[in-house]
């Protein structure tokens, strides 16, 4: 009995150290497998076989080490080798899905982080705080008081006071962005235009028009050639003063006047901003106002001077409009006949709804009384020649 239990411990002693040697050789053939690119089935025929010994599916043996062979000598178990590997593979990849699920959760977490309120409101603060800095910076750098050439600083009203600079920003905002918007008049040899007209393009020459297809376009108005061509130099200084922005509005400009009528541009920047809306100052003009006429759709537009402006209906896109085919006659007589003070005729014209069909009915009136007069001064002369024939 006692002989049978020492063979049994010996028995059991033997297979621990095999297992050992076992767990060994299969580290060491692991740290090995990725440098000699071999499958353990590839082993155990050449193991089996000796003319396999040097030949492989597509492996090169002269690489292997020596201490390769010696391990494929031993007699090592691949088959139980290759169920190990696997069960190891096993669980490295449950290792690394272990990892996956973690990432996933921090993101998810972090996912949750910005889409709850409180980093809302910590973006809200912040990005509050970084628009009302900057403004209030840019508010004093744009208020800054000027300066004479040699860096005095000119008192002005607001000179003195606590916001200073914030009043004069405002003010300067406010108001156009220069005293005289446009340059003294031109002096001999050069010919300045008896009259000044003043125009706005958007209702009045042209037409924003929006689809699908195309976006935003704007429509030219019929009869916008001939306008240019009877209201240019030597009667008019053409001036397109409009609310609308210089990047937006030049290339407009541009469009409609390919051969320079138009002498001067101003832009929203000239504009007077009074109760939400951009007032055009013709004060700033640096002209004569009894020789400006201002042509406007918008009324409020021209609300400081209200005897210069003549509003015209917004044009809606209607191809079979003629109103500047009839301003342009319009202004081609008022240029034409000297009138010192054009406001007393702007002033007359803009009592009716319609200003042009009513200066078209004067015409036709002034062209039948033309006809009546010259037809009685015909008659007038067949009597006389019939009077010294008797």
């Not at 009995?1 to 297979?15: E, N």
Request: charged content about 25%.
């Amino acid at each position: 009995m006692a002989a049978f239990m020492c063979s049994g411990m010996r028995s059991i002693s033997k297979s621990k150290f095999a297992a050992k040697k076992l767990l060994q050789q299969y580290v060491r053939a692991s740290k090995l497998e990725p440098y000699i690119r071999i499958s353990f089935c590839n082993l155990t025929v050449m193991q089996s076989n000796p003319s396999y010994k040097y030949m492989s599916t597509g492996v090169d043996l002269k690489n292997v080490s020596c201490r390769t062979e010696k391990q494929i000598a031993s007699g090592v178990n691949f088959v139980s080798l290759r169920h190990k590997s696997d069960s190891v593979i096993n669980e490295s990849h449950i290792i690394n899905e272990d990892s996956d699920q973690k990432e996933d959760k921090k993101e998810e977490k972090e996912k949750e982080w910005y889409q709850s309120s409180t980093f809302k409101g910590v973006a809200a603060v912040t990005m509050s705080s970084l628009t009302v800095g900057s403004l209030a910076y840019l508010m004093h750098v744009q208020g800054e008081p000027v300066r004479t050439e040699s860096g005095e600083i000119i008192v002005d009203e607001f000179s003195g006071k606590w916001n200073e600079n914030f009043s004069r920003a405002i003010q300067r905002y406010i108001n156009p962005s220069r005293e005289q918007l446009l340059p003294d008049p031109l002096q001999a040899p050069y010919y300045q235009p008896p009259y000044t007209l003043v125009m706005e393009i958007t209702g009045i020459l042209l037409h924003p028009e929006w689809t699908y297809e195309t976006g935003w376009r704007f429509k030219k108005r019929p009869g916008v050639d001939y306008f240019f061509s009877k209201v240019c130099p030597p009667l008019f200084e053409v001036v397109i003063f409009t609310s609308e922005g210089g990047m937006n509005a030049d290339p407009l400009v541009n469009n409609l006047d390919p051969h320079g009528a138009v002498m001067y541009r101003l832009y929203r920047d000239s504009t007077k901003y009074v109760n939400g809306h951009h007032v055009k100052d013709l004060s700033y003009l640096n002209r004569d106002l009894s020789k400006v006429i201002m042509i406007d759709c918008n009324e409020k537009s021209f609300q400081f001077h209200t005897r210069n402006g003549l509003k015209l209906k917004k044009w809606t896109g209607d191809n079979d409009d003629t109103t500047l085919i009839d301003l342009a006659n319009f202004l081609q007589v008022v240029g034409s006949s000297g009138v010192e003070d054009v406001r007393t005729v702007v002033e007359y014209y803009s009592r009716f709804d319609d200003p042009m069909g009513t200066f078209k009915e004067n015409q036709r009136k002034l062209e039948e009384e033309k006809q009546r007069r010259l037809a009685v001064a015909s008659s007038q002369d067949q009597k006389k020649s019939w009077f010294w024939r008797k």
